[in-house]
């Protein structure tokens, strides 16, 4: 069984940056191809970033230039940094690797 677990979020002002983690558990599982999710209130879950291996491969429009994907090969990690926070940002962020979903870590943006 594989659990993907997030860390990281929290309640920042708008301006502010915060940077997120996504940890793998378990089944030994290597976090290859890895997307950010996230799901404001009354909102669809949307894909925010996504990388395969070490290289970006999507980012929303709404968060290009703000946000950055990257991934720790040594501790097999995969981080979402997030600046110049906005209030439409805030949301439950989710990592994701196919079929496998963290519970989500909760983001709030102040205006």
């Known amino acids: 069984q594989v659990q993907l677990q997030e860390s990281g979020g929290g309640l920042v002002q708008a301006g502010g940056f915060l940077r997120l983690s996504c940890a793998a558990s378990?089944?030994?599982?290597?976090?290859?191809?890895v997307g950010w999710f996230r799901q404001a209130p009354g909102k669809e879950r949307e894909l925010v970033a996504a990388?395969?291996?070490?290289?970006?491969?999507y980012f929303a429009d709404s968060v290009k230039g703000r946000f950055a994907i990257s991934r720790d090969n040594a501790k097999n990690t995969v981080a979402l940094q997030m600046t110049r926070l906005k209030p439409e940002d805030t949301a439950v962020y989710y990592c994701?690797?196919?079929?496998?979903w963290g519970q989500g870590t909760q983001v709030t943006v102040s205006a």
């Open positions: 378990g089944r030994t599982v290597t976090l290859d191809a």
């Open positions: 990388i395969r291996w070490t290289e970006p491969t």
């Open positions: 994701n690797k196919d079929h496998y």
